[in-house]
């Protein structure tokens, strides 16, 4: 099982950034893929970026993407989601999840399905307001 710690959460102002930070237990060695979650009160949790970690292949919902960038540092066993242009829509608990080792390397919007993942993290805040 992964251990994920997440960091990096704030209140900002709309179209301020922000980068969040997942520092993973394992990393290194294997195939994982690599998620990044949302969840604001009162609403479904929803896929935001994932990436496969050997590969590299990532995917975005629609809702984020030209805005987000999700990326790895293997020698800190760290995944970061950088956001820019923040909006208030982007307020919510983030949440980093895992699966791994496995054997897919390509991305697809299927990924960002809760079900693909096995190891959570408890999340940082985001708070945008305008």
């Known amino acids: 099982q992964v251990q994920l710690v997440e960091s990096g959460g704030g209140s900002v102002q709309a179209g301020e950034s922000l980068t969040l930070s997942c520092v993973a237990s394992?990393?290194?060695?294997?195939?994982?893929?690599m998620g990044w979650f949302r969840q604001a009160p009162g609403k479904e949790r929803e896929g935001v970026a994932a990436m496969y970690t050997t590969s590299g292949s990532t995917v975005y919902a629609a809702s984020v993407k030209g805005r987000f960038t999700i990326s790895q540092d293997t020698s800190k066993n760290t995944l970061y989601l950088q956001m820019n242009n923040l909006q208030p829509d982007d307020t919510g608990n983030y949440i980093c999840?895992?699966?791994?080792?496995?054997?897919?390397?390509?991305?697809?919007?299927?990924?960002?399905?809760?079900?693909?993942?096995?190891?959570w993290g408890r999340g940082t805040q985001v708070t945008v307001s305008t």
């Open positions: 394992e990393y290194t060695g294997s195939n994982y893929l």
């Open positions: 999840a895992a699966d791994g080792p496995i054997r897919s390397t390509l991305a697809t919007m299927t990924t960002l399905l809760e079900g693909n993942y096995n190891d």
